[in-house]
T-cell receptor
């Protein structure tokens, strides 16, 4: 089975710009979550998608937005980039049963390292 | 809401010595528990997880962890470490049931294995 793949691996953007990060979920998984990991910190939950809808969000402003596509791939969009947005962005996929119950397994991608200058 | 405390930010050990990385959590509901490892400049790799059943969980690379509900702990152990085990280790929890997929992570423990 294929794992979670993220692109690009590295990215440098200027403050105020917009960025789109991409994630392909593991085969058979239907949910996706995004995390931000600042240097020296644990990952922080941004939001999660199930059935192409956002159904959970962490403490991040609206300029962080996302999409989940019918093939369960996903995008994370960040507008009006700030210096503090510099971090490793991780995508994680999982499987939910039809009622939304979790299977308890999460697979992470290798991340996208975003640097804002 | 959940919170995770990893009691040691750094743990230096010598090669072939045993190691324990400590993790305590707080939650008003039952949780699933996870340990992830992160090698430099890489993403997270699942070491092991506790979903239900036996409280002693065995994972990859010779690691194991024990879930202690009364102490709300999930400590990670390895009887003999290798240089290649040098990495950052994260403990995480997720509420059981429902559709909340949020993983709450601790701040991590840097394990450094010295020759």
């Amino acid at each position: 089975e294929t794992g979670v793949t993220q692109s690009p691996t590295h990215l440098i953007k200027t403050r105020g710009q917009q960025v789109t990060l991409r994630c392909s979920s593991q085969s058979g998984h239907n949910t996706v979550s995004w995390y931000q990991q600042a240097l020296g910190q644990g990952p922080q939950f941004i939001f999660q998608y199930y059935r192409e809808e956002e159904n959970g969000r962490g403490n991040f402003p609206p300029r962080f937005s996302g999409l989940q596509f019918p093939n369960y791939s996903s995008e994370l969009n960040v507008n009006a980039l700030e210096l503090d947005d510099s971090a490793l962005y991780l995508c994680a996929s999982s499987f939910a049963y039809s009622g939304g119950a979790k299977s308890g397994g999460y697979t992470f991608g290798s991340g996208t390292r975003l640097t804002v200058v | 809401a959940q919170s995770v405390t990893q009691l040691d930010s750094q743990v230096p050990v010598f090669e072939e010595a045993p190691v324990e990385l400590r993790c305590n959590y707080s939650s008003s509901v039952s949780v699933y528990l996870f340990w992830y490892v992160q090698y430099p400049n890489q993403g997270l790799q699942l070491l092991l997880k506790y979903l239900s059943g036996s409280t002693l969980v065995k994972g990859i690379n010779g690691f194991e962890a024990e879930f202690n509900k009364s102490q709300t702990s999930f400590h990670l152990r390895k009887p003999s470490v290798h240089i290649s085990d040098t990495a950052e280790y994260f403990c995480a929890v997720n509420p059981r049931g429902g559709s909340n997929y949020k993983l709450t992570f601790g701040k991590g423990t840097l394990l450094t294995v010295n020759p």
